[in-house]
């Protein structure tokens, strides 16, 4: 009887504080729901949802989530971009400025920050993935492929002392693909650790994607990489290349997160 009068207050207390808990038959508590409700405003109610998120390497830190985007939001952002696509830049090692260059042959555009409620809120949806402030996130840029077009292997991280003054290093890439690709496109890592792990069938991958763990670009996924070690030491496992496209044409949205507040200079 004591231990019966001590478990019914306790029952009354947990459908209190946990609603999103109950006990089946079992005695096995499970969740109703694993998805987080945003704050500020997603405007399609696409919440965050960790089921869809695998792990795919540790070395570098990767993971895929599935469905991160809707088909909507895909639409949006390039619909928001296709006009204004300019020659995509990389960063000269030495001076740090924006530079064309043979290594990266796409064309990109830089969206604002809270452009729209759309971009709100994937940057919501970002920040809960990653755990880190979306203050500390540049201006998504969106990027498109077509025939050839390619960004050979480089890491997301800085050589040159000029672009780590604004909020220090890249910590974390998040790749958003925003169409499907017939053939080529993929996200390639040639350093990481699990690189002959896994199988690739040749009517399936592109040659460039052999050269290590490869992800196939799938219209709404989205890929998380750090760039840095948890003790914030470069990760030279985060190598990656952007395969080029053989056929079709592929969109990708990419976000780049620092160690700092990126929003405001120090």
């Keep these: 009887m004591g231990f019966q009068a001590l478990l019914i207050p306790y029952f009354l207390f947990s459908l209190m504080f946990f609603p999103n808990f109950f006990i089946q038959s079992s005695g096995l508590r499970k969740i109703r729901k694993s998805v987080i409700r945003l704050p500020n405003g997603?405007?399609?109610?696409?919440p965050f949802d960790p089921t869809r998120v695998t792990q795919?390497?540790?070395?570098?830190?990767?993971?895929?989530?599935?469905?991160?985007?809707?088909?909507?939001?895909?639409?949006?952002l390039i619909q928001l971009a296709k006009d204004k696509l300019e020659l995509s830049m990389v960063a000269d090692n030495e001076s740090g400025k924006s530079v064309a260059s043979?290594?990266?042959?796409?064309?990109?555009?830089?969206?604002?920050?809270?452009?729209?409620?759309?971009?709100?809120?994937?940057?919501?949806?970002?920040?809960?993935?990653?755990?880190?402030?979306?203050?500390?996130?540049?201006?998504?840029?969106?990027?498109h492929y077509e025939n050839g077009q390619k960004y050979e292997p480089h890491w997301d991280y800085f050589h040159d002392k000029a672009n780590q003054v604004r909020g220090g290093h890249r910590v974390a890439t998040i790749l958003m693909y925003l169409s499907n690709v017939r053939k080529g496109g993929e996200t390639v890592f040639p350093n990481s650790e699990i690189k002959d792990s896994q199988p690739k069938a040749i009517k399936d991958w592109s040659e460039c994607a052999k050269k290590g763990y490869a992800v196939k670009p799938e219209?709404?996924?989205?890929?998380?990489?750090?760039?840095?070690?948890?003790?914030?030491?470069?990760?030279?496992?985060?190598?990656h290349e952007s395969c080029p496209v053989i056929e079709g044409e592929k969109w990708s949205a990419t976000k780049w997160i620092h160690v700092r507040n990126f929003d405001k200079p120090q």
């Design 42 to 46: 997603d405007s399609y109610g696409h």
């Design 56 to 76: 795919i390497s540790w070395h570098p830190r990767a993971f895929l989530y599935r469905n991160f985007l809707t088909d909507a939001e895909c639409d949006h």
């Design 102 to 143: 043979e290594v990266r042959t796409s064309l990109g555009m830089f969206l604002w920050k809270n452009q729209d409620k759309v971009i709100a809120g994937i940057e919501s949806r970002i920040s809960a993935w990653t755990f880190l402030p979306v203050e500390n996130g540049e201006a998504m840029q969106v990027l």
């Design 219 to 239: 219209k709404g996924d989205a890929l998380l990489f750090f760039s840095l070690h948890p003790n914030t030491t470069l990760d030279e496992f985060s190598l």
